[in-house]
């Protein structure tokens, strides 16, 4: 006869324990985000140029009034201009929450890209806004750049998509 106290019960407790589930189990059932990847990454790639654009002429007629006429009257369509690309490349950061593909892509493409480029070799900075149509926005577009804004702006959206996904798999693991 056993000396121990719950010997002498018929439940076998190191039974009790519950196998543990296969991990390729749990990876089955996390849900599927292939739409949530998608709809941010068209929106990096489509809104972040249109924001980039808005803000560069934006910015280039508030320089252009400021500069040429030395005087502080401001230009209502610069200022909506800068505005619009301002919520823009917010909407770009939020769409971060979905899939940080988004935010990353339009960084890495729109931003980080042509702004390294642009500070290595300056002529690749001038071929690359040479592709655009002669504009005012081309001109703003040339100015944001060698100014050092889009790689800003790139790195930015490149950190704001890393923190979404960060986030994401600390909540999740």
């Known amino acids: 006869m056993s000396t121990h106290r719950y010997a002498d019960y018929e439940v076998d407790y190191e039974n009790d324990y519950e196998e543990q589930d296969d991990p390729t189990d749990a990876l089955d059932e996390r849900p599927r985000r292939g ?36 005087s502080t009257n401001r230009d209502p369509l610069g200022i909506a201009l800068l505005a619009g690309g301002a919520i823009l490349l917010l909407v770009v950061a939020a769409l971060g929450a979905l899939s940080a593909v988004g935010p990353i892509l ?43 804004g889009l790689l800003g702006v790139g790195f930015l959206l490149v950190g704001s998509g890393l923190a979404n996904a960060l986030v994401r798999r600390r909540r999740e693991g």
């Not at 709809?39 to 980039?52: E, K, R």
């Not at 934006?58 to 006429?69: E, V």
């Not at 500070?119 to 040479?130: D, I, K, Q, T, Y």
């Open 35 to 70: 739409a949530a990847h998608v709809v941010s990454a068209l929106g990096g790639l489509v809104l972040t140029p249109v924001a980039l654009g808005l803000l560069s002429w934006g910015g280039l007629r508030q320089q252009q009034l400021i500069q040429a006429t030395l």
């Open 106 to 148: 339009g960084g890495l493409i729109y931003g980080v890209l042509p702004g390294v480029a642009a500070m290595a070799v300056p002529e690749w900075g001038f071929r690359l806004v040479n592709l655009m149509p002669k504009s005012d926005i081309a001109y703003g577009v040339m100015d944001f750049l060698f100014i050092g």
